[in-house]
C-alpha cells in the first residue's frame, strides 16, 4: 500500500490540519485527530522548550486510549511542526523529544530537512515538507521526504503565490507520492477539487481557527467569521517573509493596510508598540469569506464530511 493510501484509511477525511503559530495546542490537536483529521502544532507552540514532552505524552495518552476504546473508530495520528531554519535554536532538542515519543508526522518548514529525514525514518515516522515553488519541492525529494505539502496562494499566514492549479501539475511531473495542497480551503467541496486537481490530500488550518477548541481570542475569531477574502492582506512586513493576515487587526494595530512599508527582514518596528506579528496582527486565508460560525471541531469536520459527499454525489449525478 502507499503512503497516502495507508494513511488515508486511517482518516474519516482527507484533511490534515495545518499547524498554527500560538493558536494550535493540545486541545485542538486531540479533537482534530479524534474526529479523523490529522491534527498538528508547531513545536515551537510548547513553552517553555521542556513542555513539548508533555503535550506529546497528553496527545499520545489520549489518543491511545480513545483507540483502545473503540478499536474500529478512525483516529487519525498527529503531526508536529519543525521549522527547520538554522535560526531556530531549539529544534536539536525539539526533534530529540520528537524522537523519543516517535511522533508519526513531522512537517518541515523554512529549509529542506537533510538531517530530520534519518532520524525520523529510523523509527518509522514520516517527514512532509512544506513548499511554494518545484525549486523547494526539488530540494525537499533530494533530502528524502516522504510527501509534499503545497502553500499555494490564498494559505493563510506564510504563503506563496502560486495557483494551486500550476503548482500542482508541475509537481506532479516529478513526485508521485503524497501531496497535501493548501490555500483557501474551508468547504468540503475545496477537498474534492483538491483531490481532482491531483493532491492526496487538504491542508486545512484557518477553518480550524474558528472553532470551539481553538486558542484564538474571542476577537479572533470574530474576525474570522465576519471577514471575507477582500479582507486579506498579503505582505512581507511583519515577518519579512510574506503572508496572508487579516486586515482588521493591521489597523487596530494603528497601520494603514495599503500603506504597509517593504520589509527589510528585521524585527517589526511595531514590538516598540508592545504589538507583535501573529499575537496580535493575525494570521488567515482567503477562505474567510466562507467562515461564519466557530462550533467544536467534531462538528466542523462532520459538516466537511457531508459537504464532501454532496460535491462527489453532484459530480455522479
Not at 530529540?96 to 513531522?106: D, K, N, T, W, Y
Not at 499555494?152 to 495542497?181: K, Q, W
Not at 474534492?192 to 492526496?200: V, Y
Not at 512599508?261 to 518596528?269: H, K
Request: with cysteine.
Amino acid at each position: 500500500m502507499s503512503i497516502a493510501a495507508d494513511l488515508r484509511a486511517q482518516l474519516s477525511l482527507p484533511v490534515i490540519c495545518a499547524p498554527m503559530f500560538i493558536l494550535s495546542h493540545p486541545a485542538l490537536v486531540i479533537a482534530q485527530c479524534l474526529a479523523g483529521v490529522v491534527g498538528s502544532f508547531p513545536a515551537l507552540n510548547a513553552r517553555p522548550e521542556s513542555a513539548l514532552d508533555t503535550w506529546l505524552e497528553e496527545i499520545g495518552r489520549a489518543l491511545e486510549a480513545a483507540r483502545k476504546i473503540a478499536p474500529n473508530r478512525r483516529i487519525a495520528p498527529f503531526a508536529v511542526n519543525q521549522i527547520v531554519h538554522p535560526s531556530n535554536p531549539r529544534l536539536a532538542h525539539d526533534m530529540e523529544a520528537c524522537v523519543r515519543h516517535r511522533v508519526p508526522l513531522i512537517i518541515t518548514s523554512l529549509h529542506a530537512p537533510d538531517a530530520i529525514v534519518p532520524a525520523v525514518h529510523a523509527y518509522g515516522g514520516l517527514v512532509f515538507h512544506d513548499v511554494i515553488s518545484v525549486r523547494h519541492a526539488e530540494k525537499a525529494l533530494e533530502a528524502g521526504v516522504d510527501g509534499l505539502i503545497l502553500v499555494c496562494a490564498g494559505a493563510g499566514g506564510h504563503a506563496g503565490t502560486l495557483s494551486p492549479f500550476a503548482l500542482v501539475g508541475e509537481i506532479r511531473r516529478i513526485f508521485d507520492g503524497p501531496i497535501v495542497l493548501s490555500g483557501a480551503i474551508s468547504r468540503g467541496a475545496d477537498i474534492l477539487a483538491a483531490q481532482a486537481m491531483g493532491a492526496d490530500f487538504a491542508y486545512m488550518g484557518t477553518r480550524f481557527i474558528a472553532s470551539e477548541e481553538s486558542s484564538a481570542s474571542p476577537a479572533y475569531k470574530d474576525c474570522v467569521r465576519d471577514a471575507s477574502a477582500a479582507d486579506i492582506v498579503y505582505t512581507p512586513y511583519f515577518t519579512g517573509v510574506a503572508g496572508n493576515y487579516l486586515k482588521p487587526s493591521i489597523v487596530a494595530a494603528g497601520l494603514d493596510p495599503a500603506r504597509l512599508p517593504a520589509s527589510d527582514g528585521r524585527a517589526l518596528d511595531l514590538m516598540d508598540k508592545d504589538v507583535k506579528a501573529w499575537r496580535d496582527i493575525w494570521g488567515a486565508g482567503q477562505g474567510v469569506g466562507n467562515i461564519d460560525d466557530a462550533p467544536p471541531v467534531a462538528a466542523i469536520v462532520e459538516r466537511l464530511a457531508r459537504e464532501y459527499a454532496e460535491a462527489r454525489a453532484r459530480l455522479t449525478a
